[in-house]
């Protein structure tokens, strides 16, 4: 596929170029009456608005298009999405496949081509565009019901279980899908398909006399509905959403953000993607409606997230439980879960909070998010994604193509194709600069046709000219540039001449002027290396700190230091400079510098010993979101500041070298051989093995050697979450040997324990063996795994 992100009006004279830019400005604002927003403070300026030309996003919109997109329609090809709506309407023969949101990830896809479409005007990504919709409309019903999963698996349950199948969810999707597909090409075949549904579900639910009740639970249709409102002019639509907004909290469940009332909510709990969809939708009806109920609620709930409950890279979300939140500061790094979907959501709230209170603090988030915890979730490939976003790894946790639950990838798509409309914002008087990077953007600011450009190497590089040319000179208007909370040192001029830089309330920095054509304005944002600390209620930070330069959050990766990074500490007095590295990892800025290793491994059973010494180390830092591009190896953010926090291994065992494999793999296998000593048989969060949710039924785990190795025991932690989960002990178990292709159970008198807390040894005779495997028969309606699994030599 070919982009074209020159611009036909590029060889034009500024004025020239400016004078049609006035009439394309007028045509917009005139087509986007419906999208009016009076309790909005700023107007984001529309991402096809906005030409990107650094070095830094402009590629990776490109590559979005011309890997992701392909990449993800093939899969939705391989993987059954597509085919589901053939079957649907009755084009093909076979059954619904894959899970029950399943539609939602074409929807997300479409929606992601439609916004590349809308810059690039790619004939393929159309006809592509077209081939998917005419399946979509094709399996709609008459009604205008539209799911696949239960118009194939289960027609006669439609509407029975909102709570947990995503009908509406789905419905979401597709509407936003639709508004972006119209808004892309002007056609209406998907707007029309997303109407008759969303008028199916209009007639069924609300407070109207011969409606029903009903809540999603998850959340999506919200913030949908607004989108569809505007593209279609139906009040109805935004009737509809507030209803979903209102309806909230008669089930006490906080999974779903139905604990309370919105208007109630001031903390953030449960699933964390339901809840930054539910959040941006309330700040879009607040942005139309005014209320001031639900704009307390939504600013008390961002500052619970944010202030209490972020990752530094802007992740959200630390656990696996329940894919989001728990307890303040609770944000461990080698278990975070920090969904990439949860990243993506934080983006599209913090922009319409931006855009609500007109404050620098939602830029900073969005700011944070974008060049961190989101981006890590794709590779510099394009056709790999994390799931999951942790801050610290030993080396097993690596990007995929695709998942069965895909939600992930498509939103990744979507988000790149129209990061362009995270940078600019316009109010009666003041165009609102809210991001930095080369790039050329038209809008209307104060009855004038405006170009603004931007030329920097951000963000490895915090100077910043900015170019402006109104469609006439001497247009009064003020230019508000983000000043980011990251920044102590700062300095702007224009034209030559120094001006004081005063951030006001609104955390910008704001120069009222008149402007002509050539103006330009020179901003200065100081880039040192700064060493960032948690708060101390944070437990897993203590005595720790984070690289950062600019919105750059760094990482040692093990393929960039010869010293184990897990094992590596940094004094706090310790120096690193930048290094301009442009042929590494498609061009950055590292970090390097000295840091200490620690050499602390308990060898022997020994109750004290004299503590080694650690040894000096050179290292290197990359930005946390090209982590994994490479070859695998471990990878931390939080930097220990002295030996003492770095934890000791266990004594070295021929399992440390084993490659290990299960009957069946729920929880992390590699945390049997990691060398880390449990605190608990109750420790989980992915410090775990466990065969959840196999219950009652005989397990394996086997560790598998190239070479030949002389065993004679094994120590077993298992795993036990009684209370909070399904994992008990086993009921038994034994250990098997690999002998000539064959398992044999081992000889001797082992003991065959499961207490908990402890190491369970089991002494057998002696064997020579390429493999090794714990047989396990789990008690009745329980589960079972293992925390850590050691094998002892003679």
Same mark, same amino acid.
């Given at each position: 596929m070919t982009l074209l992100f020159s611009s036909p009006l590029e060889h034009l004279s500024p004025s020239t170029m400016i004078a049609l830019l006035a009439v394309a400005v007028v045509l917009v604002l005139a087509t986007s009456a419906a999208a009016d927003t009076p309790h909005a403070k700023v107007r984001a300026v529309p991402f096809d608005q906005v030409t990107l030309e650094d070095d830094f996003w402009a590629p990776r919109v490109e590559r979005n298009a011309e890997v992701t997109l392909p990449h993800e329609i093939r899969m939705c090809e391989e993987t059954g999405r597509l085919k589901n709506f053939a079957v649907a309407a009755d084009l093909e023969e076979g059954e619904h496949e894959g899970l029950y949101f399943n539609d939602s990830d074409v929807y997300k896809v479409i929606e992601g081509a439609a916004y590349a479409y809308q810059t690039t005007r790619d004939p393929e990504i159309k006809a592509e565009m077209d081939r998917i919709i005419d399946l979509i409309a094709a399996a709609q019903e008459e009604d205008g019901y539209l799911n696949t999963h239960y118009q194939l698996k289960e027609p006669e349950n439609k509407w029975t279980n909102l709570p947990v199948m995503h009908e509406l969810y789905c419905a979401g999707h597709l509407f936003e899908a639709a508004v972006a597909h119209y808004n892309a090409t002007g056609e209406r075949k998907l707007l029309d398909v997303a109407t008759k549904f969303a008028d199916l579900i209009d007639s069924r639910y609300g407070d109207e006399e011969g409606k029903e009740y009903g809540v999603p639970g998850h959340e999506e249709i919200e913030l949908a509905l607004v989108k569809l409102a505007e593209a279609t002019g139906e009040e109805r639509y935004l009737d509809l959403a507030q209803y979903f907004v209102d309806a909230k909290g008669q089930s006490g469940q906080d999974y779903y953000q139905d604990q309370l009332p919105v208007r109630e909510h001031e903390t953030i709990h449960g699933h964390a993607v339901r809840g930054m969809y539910l959040y941006a939708g309330v700040a879009d009806l607040v942005m139309r409606t005014g209320d001031e109920e639900l704009a307390e609620a939504v600013r008390l709930v961002w500052d619970?997230?944010?202030?209490?409950?972020?990752?530094? =890279?802007?992740? %959200?979300?630390?656990?696996?439980?329940?894919?989001?939140?728990?307890?303040?500061?609770?944000?461990?790094?080698? =278990?975070?879960?920090?969904? =990439?979907?949860?990243?993506?959501g934080m983006v599209l709230w913090g922009s319409r909070m931006l855009e609500l209170f007109g404050e620098a603090e939602?830029?900073?988030?969005?700011?944070?998010?974008?060049?961190?915890?989101?981006?890590?979730?794709?590779?510099?490939?394009?056709?790999?994604?994390?799931?999951?976003?942790?801050? @610290?790894?030993?080396?097993?946790?690596?990007r995929q193509p695709w998942f069965g639950c895909a939600c992930c990838p498509p939103n990744v798509l979507r988000l790149i194709a129209q990061i362009g409309g995270c940078f600019y914002g316009v109010s009666d008087d003041a165009l609102w600069v809210h991001l930095y990077g080369s790039n050329t953007a038209t809008t209307e600011v104060a009855g004038q046709a405006i170009s603004i450009t931007q030329r920097t190497d951000y963000p490895w590089d915090g100077e910043v000219r900015i170019t402006l040319t109104p469609a006439q000179n001497g247009a009064e208007f003020a230019l508000k540039l983000r000043v980011p909370w990251w920044c102590e040192e700062a300095s702007c001029s224009v034209n030559g001449q120094s001006v004081a830089v005063d951030p006001g309330e609104d955390g910008y920095l704001s120069i009222e002027r008149a402007w002509s054509e050539g103006d330009e304005v020179t901003l200065g944002l100081a880039m040192p290396v700064r060493k960032i600390q948690a708060h101390p209620a944070v437990k897993s930070n203590r005595g720790r700190i984070a690289l950062a330069r600019g919105p750059v959050v760094y990482c040692l990766e093990g393929v960039d230091n010869e010293a184990d990074v897990l094992k590596v500490f940094l004094p706090r007095t310790a120096g690193l400079t930048p290094? @301009?590295?442009? @042929?590494?990892?498609?061009?950055? %800025?590292?970090? =390097?510098?000295?840091?200490?290793?620690?050499?602390d491994t308990f060898v022997g059973d020994a109750l004290y010993r004299n503590a080694p010494q650690p040894e000096q180390v050179e290292i290197t830092a990359i930005p946390y979101h090209v982590w994994d591009n490479r070859e695998p190896g471990g990878m931390i953010v939080w930097l220990p500041e002295a030996a003492g926090l770095i934890e000791p291994d266990l004594t070295p065992t021929p399992a440390d070298e084993a490659t290990v494999s299960a009957s069946y793999v729920h929880a992390n296998i590699h945390a049997v051989n990691d060398r880390l000593m449990p605190e608990s048989s109750s420790e989980g969060g992915g410090k775990n093995f466990d065969w959840w949710d196999h219950k009652g039924t005989t397990e394996w785990i086997a560790y598998e050697w190239d070479q030949p190795v002389t065993v004679s025991g094994v120590e077993v932690y298992w795993f036990d979450d009684t209370g909070t989960g399904g994992c008990k002990v086993p009921a038994s178990w034994h250990v098997e040997y690999l002998d000539d292709g064959e398992w044999r159970q081992v000889g001797g008198s082992p003991n065959y324990g499961v207490a908990l807390d402890q190491f369970n040894r089991a002494l057998f005779d002696e064997v020579t063996t390429t493999g090794l495997r714990l047989v396990v028969e789990l008690q009745e309606d329980w589960s079972a795994g293992i925390c850590e699994w050691r094998v002892l030599t003679p």
């Amino acid at each position: 596929m070919t982009l074209l992100f020159s611009s036909p009006l590029e060889h034009l004279s500024p004025s020239t170029m400016i004078a049609l830019l006035a009439v394309a400005v007028v045509l917009v604002l005139a087509t986007s009456a419906a999208a009016d927003t009076p309790h909005a403070k700023v107007r984001a300026v529309p991402f096809d608005q906005v030409t990107l030309e650094d070095d830094f996003w402009a590629p990776r919109v490109e590559r979005n298009a011309e890997v992701t997109l392909p990449h993800e329609i093939r899969m939705c090809e391989e993987t059954g999405r597509l085919k589901n709506f053939a079957v649907a309407a009755d084009l093909e023969e076979g059954e619904h496949e894959g899970l029950y949101f399943n539609d939602s990830d074409v929807y997300k896809v479409i929606e992601g081509a439609a916004y590349a479409y809308q810059t690039t005007r790619d004939p393929e990504i159309k006809a592509e565009m077209d081939r998917i919709i005419d399946l979509i409309a094709a399996a709609q019903e008459e009604d205008g019901y539209l799911n696949t999963h239960y118009q194939l698996k289960e027609p006669e349950n439609k509407w029975t279980n909102l709570p947990v199948m995503h009908e509406l969810y789905c419905a979401g999707h597709l509407f936003e899908a639709a508004v972006a597909h119209y808004n892309a090409t002007g056609e209406r075949k998907l707007l029309d398909v997303a109407t008759k549904f969303a008028d199916l579900i209009d007639s069924r639910y609300g407070d109207e006399e011969g409606k029903e009740y009903g809540v999603p639970g998850h959340e999506e249709i919200e913030l949908a509905l607004v989108k569809l409102a505007e593209a279609t002019g139906e009040e109805r639509y935004l009737d509809l959403a507030q209803y979903f907004v209102d309806a909230k909290g008669q089930s006490g469940q906080d999974y779903y953000q139905d604990q309370l009332p919105v208007r109630e909510h001031e903390t953030i709990h449960g699933h964390a993607v339901r809840g930054m969809y539910l959040y941006a939708g309330v700040a879009d009806l607040v942005m139309r409606t005014g209320d001031e109920e639900l704009a307390e609620a939504v600013r008390l709930v961002w500052d619970d997230a944010v202030d209490r409950k972020m990752y530094v =890279t802007g992740g %959200v979300g630390p656990s696996a439980h329940n894919e989001g939140f728990t307890t303040p500061y609770d944000l461990p790094n080698d =278990t975070a879960y920090a969904e =990439t979907c949860a990243s993506i959501g934080m983006v599209l709230w913090g922009s319409r909070m931006l855009e609500l209170f007109g404050e620098a603090e939602y830029a900073d988030t969005v700011e944070r998010v974008l060049y961190n915890g989101f981006l890590s979730g794709w590779s510099l490939s394009g056709d790999r994604f994390f799931y999951v976003n942790p801050l @610290e790894s030993q080396g097993h946790h690596h990007r995929q193509p695709w998942f069965g639950c895909a939600c992930c990838p498509p939103n990744v798509l979507r988000l790149i194709a129209q990061i362009g409309g995270c940078f600019y914002g316009v109010s009666d008087d003041a165009l609102w600069v809210h991001l930095y990077g080369s790039n050329t953007a038209t809008t209307e600011v104060a009855g004038q046709a405006i170009s603004i450009t931007q030329r920097t190497d951000y963000p490895w590089d915090g100077e910043v000219r900015i170019t402006l040319t109104p469609a006439q000179n001497g247009a009064e208007f003020a230019l508000k540039l983000r000043v980011p909370w990251w920044c102590e040192e700062a300095s702007c001029s224009v034209n030559g001449q120094s001006v004081a830089v005063d951030p006001g309330e609104d955390g910008y920095l704001s120069i009222e002027r008149a402007w002509s054509e050539g103006d330009e304005v020179t901003l200065g944002l100081a880039m040192p290396v700064r060493k960032i600390q948690a708060h101390p209620a944070v437990k897993s930070n203590r005595g720790r700190i984070a690289l950062a330069r600019g919105p750059v959050v760094y990482c040692l990766e093990g393929v960039d230091n010869e010293a184990d990074v897990l094992k590596v500490f940094l004094p706090r007095t310790a120096g690193l400079t930048p290094d @301009e590295r442009p @042929e590494l990892l498609e061009g950055i %800025v590292a970090l =390097t510098g000295e840091a200490m290793v620690s050499t602390d491994t308990f060898v022997g059973d020994a109750l004290y010993r004299n503590a080694p010494q650690p040894e000096q180390v050179e290292i290197t830092a990359i930005p946390y979101h090209v982590w994994d591009n490479r070859e695998p190896g471990g990878m931390i953010v939080w930097l220990p500041e002295a030996a003492g926090l770095i934890e000791p291994d266990l004594t070295p065992t021929p399992a440390d070298e084993a490659t290990v494999s299960a009957s069946y793999v729920h929880a992390n296998i590699h945390a049997v051989n990691d060398r880390l000593m449990p605190e608990s048989s109750s420790e989980g969060g992915g410090k775990n093995f466990d065969w959840w949710d196999h219950k009652g039924t005989t397990e394996w785990i086997a560790y598998e050697w190239d070479q030949p190795v002389t065993v004679s025991g094994v120590e077993v932690y298992w795993f036990d979450d009684t209370g909070t989960g399904g994992c008990k002990v086993p009921a038994s178990w034994h250990v098997e040997y690999l002998d000539d292709g064959e398992w044999r159970q081992v000889g001797g008198s082992p003991n065959y324990g499961v207490a908990l807390d402890q190491f369970n040894r089991a002494l057998f005779d002696e064997v020579t063996t390429t493999g090794l495997r714990l047989v396990v028969e789990l008690q009745e309606d329980w589960s079972a795994g293992i925390c850590e699994w050691r094998v002892l030599t003679p």
